[in-house]
């Protein structure tokens, strides 16, 4: 197990470093933020010092050299627009956005898992053909679209629940959060849900692909023979062999909606990182650009090693010590 | 002790799988008793109906198929007739099953503790630690030792022969009347082959409970079992005591069965072999379901025979030509 650890995150500094190549080339590649920074009336002096002070003039091998000894120090620069260390800008909005991301893998889960059992288990039925015709929507109308019907449909014709924006947040475990009033709820609910569409979907066909494979095994029906109860068949031999696979999608696909929740939070004018990204695109503020990747990067790598020790605990069969590179 | 009811007396049994190929006629009218303490062999090709019939008297015959006719007398009560809680309530204490593959009848990702103490709590109010009494006394009758370490592991850490072992263990845990085993030893080795059925019979003799034993392979039963009916294309052609059975077949399926197995006095001249294969049980041949690879039929098989006991009572034959002259 710890020898497995060690490996994995030795490979992981090898992959965070390759990125920062990428990632450093990529920005400068993007363009020369001066002209966006600069008051156009400047003259040649000013801008020759706004461009030395941000420490552009260097070479770009200079500028990486940089940047990578900063980063290993914990800091990944300031950023140009709001003169602040990237990081931290970065994490004052991660909360908004973990928890965004947190309440729809909850709904994906719990809706998910429940509605693909069903469909797989009566397969036949008029529910169990609407829950697969469903996900078919759900994983083919683009998401910004359905975020907007959202807001049309429950803000402004039903006018129940608020177009945008995240309520008031209280100190809940050391964090921020909005979810315990229902002020927050309300607003949390849309871009949860809209967020979650996607991945419901996948939960729910993954679900019913694992249960229609799992109830025909042999060892369902020994379950059975043995006279054990059908709910007790269904949530212990059938639940718990469909959950591997779940569990590995949910735990890769749980960074892809740290990372791209950027269209729902623009949708939903909620204040977490993608927003923030964006409008950093938006001003080629580097150093927030090459912050917000690295962290993404950094996270991608942990939820994988997390997906993996969560696995071995889910299936006996694979021990992490049997793992070879 | 003859007016005794049997543990199991099946009666014109039909199963049918309605396809959307159309209804195929799985098992197609099967009668046969089991009496207690018997061991009944129950032996024919792929398709030919032998292990539906054995999940039809359990109550667990896959969709789309359904018992469409026939008694399953258990005891005298009618399990066909029986709804889904009593047959649940019978599973497993009253009648048991082994599956054919080891590697797939205990579910990969709960441990074997959990899968046996579940079995005991299915049909006993007892404590968790009862339970766990229960199933280790049973992996010690079953002969796996240091059964309290081979609880708490998971069935990839067993051979295929211990893994039946542990359903065998498993099916014993409420001593039910009856126990059907569908071809129990075929996925494993001859020599824990021969474990498997010598532990078996000692345990039926012990305990005196009946045994239904699924199989294709003669060589199995004939140790094993007291009577066997040998089916084909969802009917008994022939049923009566083993030794009737294999030295006077009467069915010339049989008869080809028995010679298709290789025997040492043979050696050297070429194994017999019955021409063709198992017909589709959704066009079966009209009459007699084996004339079509028959060498003894003529225009008369194409009526369907009737069960006659041409050479001895209760040997049993469903042909129109059967192998007297051996008899």
Same mark, same amino acid.
């Given at each position: 197990m710890s020898v497995f650890i060690i490996r994995r995150l030795l490979q992981s500094v090898v992959v965070i470093w390759v990125m920062s190549l990428l990632v450093f080339g990529g920005v400068y590649l993007i363009g020369d933020p001066i002209d966006m920074l600069i008051?156009? @009336?400047?003259?040649q002096e000013d801008i020759d010092a706004a461009i030395r002070a941000l420490g552009l003039d260097k070479p770009i091998h200079e500028q990486y050299w940089f940047f990578l000894i900063n980063a290993l120090k914990g800091d990944l620069g300031s950023s140009?627009?709001?003169? @602040?260390?990237a990081l931290q800008l970065i994490l004052a909005r991660m909360p908004a956005t973990m928890e965004l991301a947190f309440a729809s893998l909850f709904i994906s889960i719990f809706f998910g898992i429940p509605l693909g059992m069903w469909a797989g288990l009566h397969p036949e039925s008029i529910a169990g053909r609407s829950i697969m015709t469903g996900s078919i929507l759900g994983f083919s109308l683009p998401s910004f679209w359905v975020g907007i019907m959202f807001i049309m449909f429950?803000?402004?014709?039903?006018?129940?629940?608020?177009?945008g924006g995240r309520a008031e947040t209280t100190e809940f475990l050391g964090m921020q959060v909005s979810f315990l009033s229902w002020d927050g709820l309300s607003h949390i609910l849309l871009p949860a849900v809209n967020l979650a569409l996607f991945k419901l979907s996948l939960v729910i066909r993954l679900s019913r692909a694992g249960t229609q494979e799992v109830i025909h095994q042999d060892y369902i029906k020994f379950a059975r023979a043995k006279g054990v109860s059908e709910k007790r068949v269904i949530l212990v031999h059938v639940l718990k062999n469909i959950l591997i696979p779940v569990v590995t999608i949910l735990g890769l696909e749980f960074g892809s909606v740290i990372a791209f929740a950027v269209v729902t939070e623009t949708v939903f004018a909620w204040p977490g990182m993608g927003k923030l990204i964006i409008e950093s695109i938006d001003q080629l503020d580097r150093p927030v650009i090459v912050a917000y990747l690295m962290i993404i990067v950094f996270m991608f790598i942990v939820i994988n090693l997390v997906v993996d020790i969560l696995y071995s605990v889910l299936d006996p069969r694979v021990r992490l010590q049997d793992v070879k590179a | 002790m003859e007016d005794e009811t049997p543990t199991l007396a099946v009666e014109d049994l039909k199963t049918h799988f309605f396809t959307k190929l159309g209804v195929a006629e799985?098992? #197609?009218?099967v009668s046969f008793t089991v009496k207690k303490g018997e061991v009944v062999g129950l032996v024919g090709e792929s398709g030919s109906g032998k292990s539906v019939t054995g999940f039809s008297i359990i109550g667990?015959?896959?969709?789309?198929?359904?018992?469409?006719?026939?008694k399953i007398l258990f005891k005298g009560e009618d399990l066909a007739q029986a709804d889904d809680d009593r047959m649940r309530s019978l599973r497993g204490r009253r009648i048991a099953m082994i599956f054919q593959d080891p590697m797939m009848t205990? #579910?990969?990702?709960? /441990?074997i503790d959990t899968q046996m103490i579940e079995a005991v709590q299915a049909h006993e109010q007892v404590s968790e630690k009862e339970a766990r009494e229960t199933a280790r006394d049973a992996l010690v009758q079953v002969g796996i030792p240091s059964p309290d370490e081979r609880l708490?592991?998971?069935?990839?850490?067993?051979?295929g022969g211990m893994r039946q072992r542990v359903a065998i263990a498993t099916a014993l845990l409420h001593k039910p009347d009856l126990i059907i085993a569908d071809?129990?030893?075929?996925?494993?080795d001859v020599t824990i082959q021969g474990q498997i059925l010598h532990e078996v019979q000692k345990l039926c003799r012990e305990t005196g409970m009946s045994l239904i034993w699924i199989t294709h392979d003669l060589s199995v039963v004939a140790?094993?079992?007291d009577r066997i009916c040998v089916m084909y294309a969802g009917q008994i052609v022939e049923r009566g005591e083993i030794s009737d059975v294999l030295d006077h077949p009467l069915h010339p399926y049989t008869n080809g069965l028995i010679g298709s197995v290789p025997s040492h006095n043979r050696r050297g001249q070429p194994l017999a072999q019955i021409p063709g294969m198992t017909p589709s049980l959704l066009n079966l041949p009209e009459g007699c379901a084996f004339h079509p690879r028959?060498? /003894?039929?003529?225009?008369?098989?194409?009526v369907q025979p009737q069960v006659t006991?041409?050479?001895?009572?209760?040997?049993?034959v469903r042909c129109v030509h059967p192998h007297l002259e051996q008899a």
């Open positions: 008051n156009p @009336e400047a003259d140009f627009i709001f003169n @602040e260390p429950f803000a402004v014709i039903l006018g129940v629940l608020p177009s | 799985a098992v #197609n009218g667990l015959v896959d969709h789309p198929g359904r018992v469409v006719e026939g205990l #579910n990969p990702v709960l /441990r708490k592991s998971y069935p990839h850490q067993f051979s071809e129990p030893t075929t996925a494993l140790g094993l079992a028959c060498p /003894r039929a003529d225009g008369a098989c194409f006991e041409p050479a001895k009572l209760g040997h049993e």
